[in-house]
């Protein structure tokens, strides 16, 4: 049976059956936030397991795999309490120990499981795409047969959210192969260094609410380049918060809206210089650092939605829905390409997005085309990548579009951040707790989004 609610963008009726957290509207093909109550509910188990493992139980520690799972998704669906409460359930451990093991899966860290007689994993964590050395215990004796009487050596390829089973076999299989030639069972996973996951959580603080450092549906983010203040708005409400590079709350101010109408702005950026370019109701609105009023920069037949700053302090705005404008500081018009994106896919295009590198090399999200739109600092069509789809590169309701400093093209939508070279190459992907809705890099690398779940985070990305 389907679910039925308006489309806040155009007001049509959405029919909706399933669990995404964001659908398009087929009318206005806007990115559309499924209401909670709404939402399909996954089933989770809800009984209670031993969780120290003792000796080795092969389908019990399955079992307690796909637990850790179901926490797992949990966490990832930005439903942080609800896994809190199933990893006490399952682990019996207290609040604070099951907050840091859901915040370390959220965050795609590895989880450590304590070892047992049999299987001594004191030292081994268990996460996507990390590699795990079984080898003959040093105190084991000395038979065996031919080529096993040596180290046994497996690498297992351990993902916690796919490839548990077949890992597990592996470790029986061991066990059977050394019994089989009356070699000790005993098998020690030695310490280890495991490779870092792509990408890591460093902070994250906010959350739903309207006092300080809280958010109603934050959307906008930017970095200040110089001194690495975070600032941070919500969609609608038009209040702008300023963090310090620890995450504590600075100071905010609130943008007016016309005619009573709210604001409805989901990007900004700071420039070197601290000021703060904010698009509303089409026009750019320049702040100081701490919310004073500079200039507003109105442009005839430009509505101005969207900006990045380039190294050099252009502006480089998107205008009209896909226009590409490149202005001064104070506002002044360069050069612009009009119908940059429809130009080239022959598809409409009302939501663009734009980024732009270090080199001055302009990169276009196109929300409607589902694709990123290269071109050059002079405005030249160059190349396109993405398309619509659910594979690796391909977009599902993209939302945000950044360039790190080494030229990689960062692009988020409900999969995660997708993060592309500068030809296009799909390269990785961050997983972010929830959905981000706006990212922003500091001069050192690390990325920042705005949430679904109402917070910031930080992410440290693997060089």
């Not at 795409?129 to 096993?148: F, M, Y």
């Not at 252009?314 to 506002?331: H, R």
Request: aromatic residues 8%; glycine residues 12%; contains cysteine.
């Amino acid at each position: 049976m389907n679910d039925t609610f308006n489309c806040p963008t155009c007001g049509a009726p959405l029919d909706y059956k399933g669990s995404d957290p964001i659908i398009r509207c087929p009318y206005c093909n806007s990115s559309v936030i499924v209401p909670e109550n709404l939402r399909g509910r996954p089933k989770f188990s809800t009984e209670r397991s031993d969780f120290t493992f003792g000796k080795l139980d092969m389908n019990g520690l399955i079992k307690q795999a796909r637990r850790i799972n179901e926490v797992k998704e949990l966490a990832k669906a930005g439903k942080i309490q609800q896994a809190v409460s199933l990893y006490r359930e399952i682990s019996g451990s207290d609040e604070a120990a099951a907050q840091e093991a859901v915040a370390r899966l959220a965050a795609g860290q590895p989880l450590v499981l304590s070892g047992t007689s049999t299987l001594d994993a004191s030292s081994a964590a268990w996460t996507s795409d990390s590699i795990v050395e079984i080898t003959r215990s040093p105190t084991a004796g000395k038979t065996g047969a031919g080529v096993l009487g040596w180290i046994i050596a497996i690498i297992v390829f351990v993902a916690i959210a796919g490839a548990v089973i077949p890992a597990l076999a592996a470790f029986g299989g061991v066990a059977m192969i050394m019994r089989e030639f009356n070699m000790p069972v005993n098998v020690n996973i030695p310490a280890i260094s495991l490779p870092m996951s792509f990408a890591s959580r460093e902070l994250s603080f906010g959350g739903e609410g309207s006092g300080a450092g809280l958010f109603d549906d934050p959307r906008a983010i930017a970095v200040n380049p110089t001194n690495g203040e975070i600032y941070a708005a919500g969609y609608s409400d038009g209040r702008v918060q300023v963090f310090g590079v620890d995450g504590a709350f600075i100071t905010q101010w609130t943008i007016s809206a016309e005619k009573g109408n709210k604001p409805y702005f989901d990007d900004m950026a700071v420039a070197r210089d601290g000021a703060v370019y904010i698009p509303v109701f089409g026009v750019l609105q320049k702040y100081d650092s701490r919310g004073a009023l500079l200039k507003v920069i109105k442009l005839d037949g430009a509505y101005i939605e969207n900006l990045d700053i380039g190294a050099d302090g252009t502006l480089v705005a998107v205008a009209n829905g896909e226009d590409i404008l490149w202005l001064t500081p104070e506002g002044e018009l360069l050069r612009r390409v009009d119908a940059a994106v429809s130009s080239i896919s022959d598809d409409s295009e009302l939501d663009a997005k734009v980024a732009v590198d270090g080199l001055g090399k302009v990169y276009m999200l196109g929300a409607f085309n589902n694709a990123v739109f290269v071109y050059s600092p002079e405005g030249r069509y160059l190349n396109r990548f993405g398309g619509d789809g659910d594979e690796s590169g391909q977009f599902r309701a993209p939302m945000a579009i950044e360039v790190d400093g080494k030229g990689r093209v960062f692009v988020s939508d409900i999969k995660g951040v997708q993060v592309f070279d500068g030809n296009g190459r799909y390269l990785n992907v961050v997983k972010i707790s929830g959905v981000a809705f706006g990212i922003a890099f500091d001069d050192q690398g690390k990325l920042y989004a705005t949430t679904n779940s109402g917070k910031v985070e930080k992410y440290d990305i693997k060089e």
